[in-house]
């Protein structure tokens, strides 16, 4: 199971979020993590797809994105 964590702990899971991570109206600087287990998915297309869905149902700006 992969783990997401910061100086403050364990954030989040793959299945569900945190009360100290969950995303609020004030929210201002979000991390969103998808996880891929397939081999033939493009990844790039996948990552478009968000961010246009960002940009026009949240009005996102100043979005980066990295496949790691």
Do not use: H, Q
């Amino acid at each position: 199971m992969l783990v997401l964590a910061d100086d403050d702990g364990i954030f989040g899971s793959s299945m569900s979020d945190s009360t100290r991570a969950m995303v609020t109206e004030n929210a201002e600087d979000i991390l969103v993590v998808i996880y891929c287990f397939e081999n033939n998915i493009d990844l790039d297309v996948l990552l478009s797809k968000a961010r246009n869905a960002f940009e026009r149902f949240a009005a996102a700006e100043n979005i980066d994105s990295w496949i790691i």
